[in-house]
């Protein structure tokens, strides 16, 4: 079946340009988290949202990253006035109803972002 | 707060070597432990996991064992081959209140030569 899907999977956006990246994930899947890939560091946590509950976002780098998650399926991860260092691979993963901490996480193969 | 930390990279091997990639980590209790792995161009996907202490996962030929007393779960392989040339991510998971979150080391990158 379809996977976790990102796009773009490239995108090259200029200093100060606010920039939109999609999730949309397993059809089912309830939770649905955004990590970001830098350059020689592992995954950092980004946003979580399980369900209708309200997202945890608390490793969201500073207030110029947003994202929602509409009717609890397709996914957006905003990021207003893009620095340099925003420079990175956006993944998102979702995971099925009733996932525990023991459950694997499956991932798309995520957005790279180039701020120029 | 809960960290993972694993062998630096790059790692270069000759087919059928054997391979080891080291990782601990810190846990306030008893995380759940997964190696990743990212082919070139693919997104991450779950290699193996352990759920508690002793427990060893295993999976196309690639073993780790949750090791409590060293807090580690070394990833091994017997002797690899060129198609596991990869990015392997260590990670922990641990359910804080509402939210599950999981913590990854910063991968090791291996190449396997013919």
């Known amino acids: 079946g379809a996977g976790v899907s990102q796009s773009p999977s490239n995108k090259v956006t200029e200093k100060g340009k606010d920039v939109e990246l999609r999730c949309d994930p397993i059809s089912g899947h309830t939770a649905l988290y955004w990590y970001r890939q830098s350059l020689g560091q592992g995954l950092e946590f980004l946003i979580y949202?399980?369900?209708?509950?309200?997202?945890?976002k608390s490793g969201l780098p500073s207030d110029r990253f947003s994202a929602e998650r509409t009717g609890g399926s397709v996914s957006t991860l905003t990021i207003q006035r893009t620095q340099q260092e925003d420079s990175a691979v956006y993944l998102c993963?979702?995971?099925?109803?009733?996932?525990?901490?023991?459950?694997?996480?499956?991932f798309g193969n995520g957005t790279r972002l180039t701020v120029t | 707060g809960d960290s993972v930390t694993q062998m630096e990279g790059p790692v270069t091997l000759s087919e059928e070597a054997c391979l080891t990639i080291n990782c601990t980590y810190t846990a306030t209790g008893y995380p759940s432990l997964f190696w990743y792995v990212q082919y070139p161009g693919e997104g991450l996907q779950l290699l193996l996991k352990?759920?508690?202490?002793?427990d060893k996962g295993s999976n196309k030929g690639f073993e780790a064992t949750y090791r409590k007393e060293t807090t580690s779960f070394h990833l091994e392989k017997g002797s690899v081959q060129v198609s596991d040339s990869a990015v392997y991510f260590c990670?922990?998971?641990?359910?804080?209140?509402?939210?599950?979150?999981?913590?990854f080391g910063s991968g090791t990158q291996l190449t396997v030569l013919p």
């Open positions: 352990a759920t508690k202490a002793d």
């Open positions: 990670a922990s998971s641990f359910s804080s209140g509402s939210a599950r979150q999981l913590t």
């Open positions: 949202f399980q369900g209708n509950s309200a997202p945890d």
């Open positions: 993963a979702s995971t099925p109803p009733g996932s525990s901490y023991n459950s694997p996480l499956h």
